[in-house]
C-alpha cells in the first residue's frame, strides 16, 4: 500500500511558477508509475502529467505540454510537478496518484492511490 501527501500548492500571480511535491510512504515506491490530476470547480478530474517508475518517461497532457515537468526521486519516496507560466485556468484541487505499472499512465481507473490534493491558484 502507498499513502500519498501533496503540498506546495498555493496563490501565484498569472506567468508565476509553482512547485508541488507528492511524498510517498512505503518501500515500493519506485514499483509504481505516478501521475497528476487536477480538478476544477464544477469539471471532471482532468490528467495533466504522468512518469513511469523508473523516471525516464514522462507524458503531459496538451493544455500543460512545455510549461509543466514532472520528475521523481525514489531514493526519497518523492515526486514533483514544476508548474511555469502559469494561467487562470489552471486553476484547480492537483492530486498525485500511485499506478502499479512500469510505464506512464494517463487513465484515471488504473490509479489505484491517491492523494489527498492541494489548492493551486492562480490569479489574472
Known amino acids: 500500500q502507498v499513502q500519498l501527501v501533496e503540498s506546495g500548492g498555493g496563490l501565484v500571480q498569472a506567468g508565476g511558477s509553482l512547485r508541488l511535491s507528492c511524498a510517498a510512504s512505503g518501500r515500493t515506491f519506485s514499483s509504481y508509475a505516478l501521475g497528476w490530476f487536477r480538478q476544477a470547480p464544477g469539471k471532471e478530474r482532468e490528467f495533466v502529467a504522468a512518469?513511469?517508475?523508473?523516471?525516464?518517461?514522462?507524458y503531459y497532457a496538451d493544455s500543460v505540454k512545455g510549461r509543466f515537468t514532472t520528475s521523481r526521486d525514489n531514493a526519497k519516496n518523492t515526486a514533483f510537478l514544476q508548474m511555469s507560466s502559469l494561467k487562470p485556468e489552471d486553476t484547480a484541487v492537483y492530486y498525485c496518484?500511485?499506478?502499479?505499472?512500469?510505464?506512464?499512465?494517463?487513465?484515471?481507473?488504473?490509479?489505484?492511490?491517491w492523494g489527498q490534493g492541494t489548492q493551486v491558484t492562480v490569479s489574472s
Open positions: 512518469i513511469d517508475r523508473s523516471g525516464a518517461g514522462t
Open positions: 496518484a500511485a499506478a502499479l505499472a512500469a510505464l506512464v499512465v494517463t487513465t484515471t481507473q488504473r490509479y489505484n492511490y
